[in-house]
């Protein structure tokens, strides 16, 4: 284990252990050890319970703590560590909310989802990995920790998450896992949506996402999506489009231009994503729209700002395989006098000073035509060159 973040991380499970607790690193950072994945975040767990914990670290902040996690922070950084649990009595097909915090490693492993997920290395680097975690993972394979009609009816996101894992690694499902999906489905009616929500999103940003995406397809995942249970034919059309190098708001946008035809707001509302992002996509359908019939002009960009006509470029070309414009795109931003109507170098107050008039409706209408006229560089953005400029136009 040469890894500088497991590194960085040992002194914790020294201090675990010297205070007589087990402790381990667990999930995702061994499985991605393991495929020689860059680490996101290294996740611990020990038999200390969370009293336990914060007994042993002076710096702790309770971040689930109802589930047995503490946020312990050493050297400037962050790291869950989770007291062994087991998750018993999974209600309605959901995660459960009560846990059993345990003192056994290997049932702690034997409730996660995945083979590859149900692993543990020590602070030498040995591995526990008693449900074969590194061999699916030498095949690629995902397979779950028991059987997995079971794993699925007690937690029925962890079908999206297959779906989702295929998407980043790459991986297939076992034959087994595939077949289990297929027949329960139906099941994922009664996951929250945000949780659904948390999966695509991690899916559709995947370096294999078309792999992801078939799978949902054809397991009859996506009927359980918001929005996209009736699209089956658009969501066809996805697979048939290089997306790879798409950001995620981009990969919004484009699933948004092909399933939610002429009711995008419900449809980015029932994915309950944050209104700053609805108002964000809505944005960009609508330039999605004007860019089909019309190229990019510089009052364009003004309008819609850079960000949005980026990411409206990028989905389009890719749609309709057109040029990518983004380079022009930006170079008119850059050569625009102003970027936004804060920067003019007049407001309201001058205005009113310089007309001898009560703010009004007309204020509004004077600003926009001057904003205008800085843009089409009729004349400068500074004070005593606009105030010429309605002069030499007979306004003032
Ligand atoms: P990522 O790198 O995307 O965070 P991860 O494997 O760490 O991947 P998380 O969602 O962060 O995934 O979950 C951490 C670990 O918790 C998993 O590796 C798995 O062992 C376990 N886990 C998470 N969700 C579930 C679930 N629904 N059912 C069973 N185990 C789960
Ligand atoms: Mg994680």
């Keep these: 284990m040469n890894d500088t973040l497991f590194q960085k991380a040992v002194p914790l499970l020294e201090r675990l252990e010297q205070a007589g607790y087990e402790a381990y690193f667990v999930g995702g950072c061994v499985r991605d050890y393991y495929l020689g994945r860059s680490i996101s975040d290294i996740d611990i767990a020990t038999s200390a319970l969370p009293e336990e914990v914060k007994e042993i670290f002076p710096n702790t902040v309770d971040v689930g703590i109802e589930h047995g996690t503490v946020l312990v922070l050493h050297n400037g950084e962050g790291y869950e560590v989770t007291t062994f649990r087991a998750e018993s009595d999974y209600k309605d097909f959901r995660r459960p909310e009560k846990v059993v915090f345990i003192r056994s490693l290997y049932e702690d492993l034997k409730r996660r989802d995945f083979t590859m997920n149900a692993m543990a290395m020590d602070r030498t680097g040995r591995v526990v990995d008693p449900f074969n975690g590194k061999e699916a993972i030498r095949h690629r394979q995902i397979v779950t920790v028991g059987k997995a009609e079971e794993r699925f009816s007690e937690d029925a996101l962890r079908m999206m998450r297959a779906a989702r894992f295929a998407s980043q690694l790459g991986f297939d499902l076992e034959d087994g896992v595939f077949?289990?999906?297929?027949?329960?489905?139906?099941?994922?009616q009664h996951i929250a949506v945000e949780r659904k929500r948390n999966e695509f999103e991690k899916l559709i940003s995947g370096r294999f996402r078309k792999k992801g995406l078939k799978l949902l397809l054809e397991t009859g995942l996506y009927i359980y999506l918001p929005g996209l249970e009736s699209n089956k034919k658009e969501l066809e059309k996805m697979l048939t489009i290089v997306c790879t190098s798409l950001t995620l708001q981009q990969m919004w946008l484009l699933i948004a231009v092909l399933v939610s035809g002429d009711k995008p707001v419900e449809f980015l509302k029932a994915w309950k994503l944050?209104?700053?992002?609805?108002?964000?996509?809505?944005?960009?359908?609508?330039w999605m729209k004007k860019r089909r019939e019309t190229p990019w002009t510089q009052w364009d960009v003004y309008d819609a700002g850079?960000?949005?006509?980026?990411?409206?470029?990028?989905?389009?070309?890719?749609?309709y395989q057109d040029e990518d414009m983004t380079e022009q795109i930006q170079t008119l931003y850059e050569n625009l006098p102003i970027?936004?109507?804060k920067e003019l170098s007049v407001n309201g107050h001058d205005l009113c000073m310089w007309f001898q008039k009560k703010p009004g409706p007309w204020?509004?209408?004077?600003?926009?035509?001057?904003?205008?006229?800085?843009?089409?560089?009729?004349?400068?953005?500074?004070?005593?060159?606009?105030?010429?400029?309605?002069?030499?136009?007979?306004?003032?």
């Design 363 to 396: 204020l509004r209408a004077c600003l926009e035509e001057i904003e205008k006229a800085v843009l089409d560089q009729k004349t400068k953005n500074e004070k005593e060159k606009i105030k010429e400029w309605l002069k030499r136009c007979n306004r003032l």
């Design 339 to 341: 970027k936004h109507r």
């Design 179 to 188: 077949t289990a999906i297929c027949r329960n489905a139906g099941l994922m």
């Design 274 to 286: 944050p209104s700053k992002t609805i108002k964000y996509l809505l944005s960009g359908l609508t």
């Design 306 to 319: 850079l960000s949005v006509a980026v990411d409206v470029e990028k989905v389009h070309s890719v749609l």
